[in-house]
């Protein structure tokens, strides 16, 4: 399984957003991704909602990176969600 993004991990705006990702196979996520694309596309599109997808490509198509203090919530937010997952799990 494959962390696949719609919008490109170069678009830094939505690059670790999650309603820009999803599981994918390694072959739709590297092998074909232009046949994948449109199709994962629709199924977000589907989950999300027509307003909440086109907010995300507006953000997607802004040029805004995220600062050094976006990057550290980021960081703590999944730090704690990996914590809890292991406290759920009982892994060391």
């Not at 092998?31 to 599109?45: D, E, T, V």
């Not at 589907?46 to 805004?64: H, P």
Request: charged content about 30%.
């Amino acid at each position: 399984i494959h962390l696949g993004h719609y919008w490109s991990r170069k678009e830094t705006s939505t690059r670790w957003c999650e309603d820009n990702t999803r599981p994918q196979c390694y072959r739709c996520n590297c092998k074909n991704p232009s046949q994948a694309l449109p199709i994962f596309g629709q199924k977000l599109r589907k989950e999300l909602g027509d307003m909440r997808f086109d907010m995300l490509e507006i953000k997607a198509k802004s040029t805004t990176k995220l600062t050094a203090f976006e990057y550290q919530i980021l960081i703590d937010q999944y730090t704690e969600k990996v914590n809890q997952l292991k406290e759920k799990l009982n892994i060391e």
